[in-house]
């Protein structure tokens, strides 16, 4: 797995990239009470803002970590928003994306450089 700056946990599954969020960042959103997710098929450029979380303390974007398309959302989500604050590192994934180059995922954190960034 690799980490962004934006507490966003990114999950290589052959050529799809898995996207979600750090427990830490569930932490501190608290309880998540609502989630939008992107549109399938999207195509998305760094740094736009792909869902929407919101919780009983605030409400945050995700932010997509690379270009790509959206190839599949976690309608599981809409349904049981919850699920981000009991299982954000596994059942609570956001979106999956198709990139045109793996290789750009290096720039992100190693689990090891994730914890050492939090500190």
Known sequence: MRYTEE???????????????????AEQLG???????PEIEAQVAKGDEVCVIESVKAASDIL??????????????????????????????FFKMKLDDLSVLDEFMTEDEYKDFLG
């Open 7 to 25: 507490h966003e946990w990114l999950r290589i599954e052959g050529d799809v990239v898995v996207v979600g969020i750090t427990e830490h960042a």
């Open 31 to 37: 309880d998540v009470v609502f989630v939008e997710l």
């Open 64 to 93: 997509a970590p690379v270009d790509g398309e959206i190839v599949e959302v976690n309608e599981a989500l809409v349904d049981n928003p919850s699920l981000v604050n009991e299982d954000p590192q596994g059942d609570a994934w």
